[in-house]
């Protein structure tokens, strides 16, 4: 199969969020973006699809000796071969997608969230990592950016572990830190039977105000002369700020009410905010994530 048109299928066919940020981008961008989330998506599938490890290992395995193929432009399979050709157009790391592979060894070894500073490693490596990957093939100036890209991330993660809990207990994960489950009095059991009283409602919301926070500071980091080349950072934070409001307006009970948001909403919300960011960069209007 063509390796653009693989990755193209694999991206449109996974129905993320970010799709419909991609689809504003001039065509090597768009190109380059499709091959990294492919990558992505292929490393996720095995954390998330293989139950057994010594299924799983050697999977993740063969994807960072297909890694160091693909910079030596020597690849073997169609997401290698279009890494291949996002490195020769774009400054992509090969140490950070290395990066990805360690967040999706947490999954597999089953490392446990048992600190904040756990979750925060683990954020970075499945997230942060993805933000500065994904600003050198959009283009930056300022080092501030990469700040900028870091704390998205971060609220994008915290978004999706708010927005997935249920399905993510169901396949034996909790990246709520043990910790802060503890500090609630709420067991592993709870999150299992999807008892979404007072106290876990609270330990959700605390998680909120800090995806929140991620938010705004994200905001803050971005720096004018940068805000044009990164309006696609920018519209898949609008996306996912969606996911928000929805999951408050289910006080995070996603147990008995899952939070989706439809693809034409997830059209119409980029192309809105896609829209008041060309105007915006003229007339100097502040940022906004809700639309």
């Known amino acids: 199969m063509n390796p653009e048109k693989y990755c193209r299928d694999k991206t449109r066919g996974s129905g993320s969020s970010f799709f419909y940020a991609f689809l504003f981008l001039p065509e090597d961008q768009r190109r380059a973006m499709m091959a990294l989330y492919a990558f992505c998506r292929e490393v996720d599938d095995i954390a998330d ?3 057994e490890q010594e299924v799983a ?3 993740l395995a063969f994807w960072r000796e297909e890694l160091s193929r693909a910079f030596s432009d020597k690849p073997s399979h169609p997401v290698g071969k279009e890494l291949q050709w996002t490195k020769q157009h774009f400054a992509i790391d090969e140490e950070l997608l290395a990066e990805i592979l360690d ?3 947490m999954d597999v070894n089953r490392k446990p969230i048992l600190k904040g500073s756990d979750l925060s490693l683990y954020i970075y490596r499945v997230a942060g990592v993805v933000g500065l990957l994904s600003i050198e093939i959009f283009g930056y100036n300022n080092r501030k950016s990469r700040d900028f890209a870091t704390s998205l991330g971060e609220a994008l993660q915290l978004t999706n572990i708010l927005r997935d809990v249920a399905e993510d207990v169901r396949i034996g994960r909790i990246y709520i830190p043990q910790e802060d489950r503890i ?3 709420i067991s592993d059991q709870d999150f299992k039977d999807g008892e979404c ?3 876990m409602q609270e330990l959700l919301q605390e998680y909120a105000d800090k995806a929140e926070a991620a938010y705004r500071q994200a ?5 004018d002369e940068d805000r044009e080349s990164l309006r696609p950072s920018i519209v898949m934070g609008t996306i996912y700020y969606a996911y928000m409001k929805e999951l408050k307006d289910v006080n995070f009970d996603v147990w008995h009410k899952p939070v989706h948001i439809l693809p034409l909403r997830k059209m119409w919300i980029a192309w809105r905010s896609w829209r008041y ?3 915006a960069c003229k ?9």
Do not use: T, W
Request: aromatic share 10%.
């Open 49 to 51: 699809e293989i139950k």
């Open 57 to 59: 290992l050697p999977k």
């Open 103 to 105: 967040g999706m060894l």
């Open 183 to 185: 500090r609630y009095r």
């Open 197 to 199: 009283n007072q106290a």
């Open 219 to 223: 905001l803050s980091y971005l720096p």
């Open 277 to 279: 960011e060309i105007k």
């Open 283 to 291: 007339k100097n209007l502040p940022l906004k994530l809700e639309f």
